[in-house]
């Protein structure tokens, strides 16, 4: 029901009331689609059910855009006072004191966090009944410029390398410029045994192949080669989530993909957008993986013999 630029929602047993659902979020500017928040309502309700499995009991980071993307953004930690009391919240320690994550585990929360124009929602890669242990290791594959062909070569190298060390992947495009490859695991390990792990990945297959690849943090050292990130397998770093929209022209949507997928010459970072991504979801491009989690003891065996 709307009323006055005002949209009242069912989920589930809850009612969410969405405020200047008119109210262009993503501008059609340079021949992109313009979009609403009531668009994003739309998106959101259809594709919950797929999304959902991918942030329950996650601390979040909100990008916030409350006047769309031509106005300011931030990055929201803390949940403020003002939110609904059954939004799930968890205080986790931070340097100089504690932070009031949110937590999105349904759709009521998840078009709560619409009308607050939270944009894009960057998931922890554990969860908060095992904060210190991560259950996904997530490889950022960061291209020099917009070159999608890199980022399709670089992916297949590291699904290689991850088959030799049977850790089940997958691809997820970023809506940005790259790929995601995200691993699942059984959450044993803490942050700073996986992240070693993964950079140890990282570097083993930037020295098989130096012209192509690099681990180098900053960028005047990349020169024209793809940056392989695993800086977000930390205690409080973030990664966008699946099927999260990105803030930029087009909305386009970080949407997790099948590894034949990669053989499609349509495939590009900001192949799917809230118009279209709930039907690719449908697809299932992730069947089975999150169930097949691996310890990295075997793993970390294997990379070792394979570095000598």
Not at 174 to 189: A, C, D, K, W
Not at 246 to 255: C, D, K, M, W
Not at 280 to 298: I, N, S
Request: aromatic fraction near 6%; hydrophobic fraction near 35%; charged fraction near 30%.
């Amino acid at each position: 029901m709307t009323d006055g630029g005002t949209r009242t929602v069912r989920a589930g047993r809850r009612t969410v009331e969405v405020k200047r659902v008119d109210k262009v979020l993503f501008p059609g500017d340079g021949g992109a689609k313009e979009y609403t928040k009531g668009d994003l309502v739309d998106y959101h309700r259809s594709v919950a059910r797929f999304m959902l499995p991918h942030l329950r009991g996650r601390p979040l980071m909100l990008e916030r855009h409350p006047d769309g993307l031509d106005g300011p953004e931030f990055m929201q930690k803390n949940t403020p006072e003002h939110y609904p009391d059954w939004i799930t919240r968890v205080d986790l320690p931070k340097e100089d004191g504690t932070v009031r994550h949110t937590v999105c585990d349904d759709t009521a929360t998840l078009l709560y966090l619409t009308d607050q124009a939270s944009l894009t929602l960057h998931r922890w890669l554990s969860r908060t009944n095992s904060i210190n242990s991560p259950d996904r290791l997530v490889f950022d594959l960061d291209p020099a410029d917009d070159d999608f062909g890199q980022v399709r070569e670089a992916a297949r190298f590291l699904g290689e390398l991850l088959d030799e060390l049977k850790l089940p992947s997958a691809p997820m495009t970023t809506g940005s410029r790259g790929l995601h490859i995200v691993v699942p695991l059984t959450g044993e390990r803490d942050f700073d045994e996986v992240r070693e792990f993964a950079r140890d990945v990282a570097d083993t297959l930037a020295a098989a192949h130096p012209d192509r690849l690099t681990t180098a943090a900053r960028k005047k050292d990349r020169g024209q080669r793809l940056y392989l990130d695993v800086q977000r397998n930390a205690y409080a770093q973030t990664a966008v989530a699946p099927y999260t929209v990105r803030a930029r022209p087009g909305a386009p949507v970080a949407t997790p993909i099948a590894w034949a997928e990669l053989d499609d010459p349509d495939l590009h970072a900001r192949r799917w957008t809230i118009a279209n991504a709930a039907e690719k979801a449908r697809t299932d491009p992730w069947a089975g993986l999150m169930g097949r989690a691996r310890a990295l003891g075997p793993a970390r065996r294997r990379l070792d013999a394979l570095k000598g």
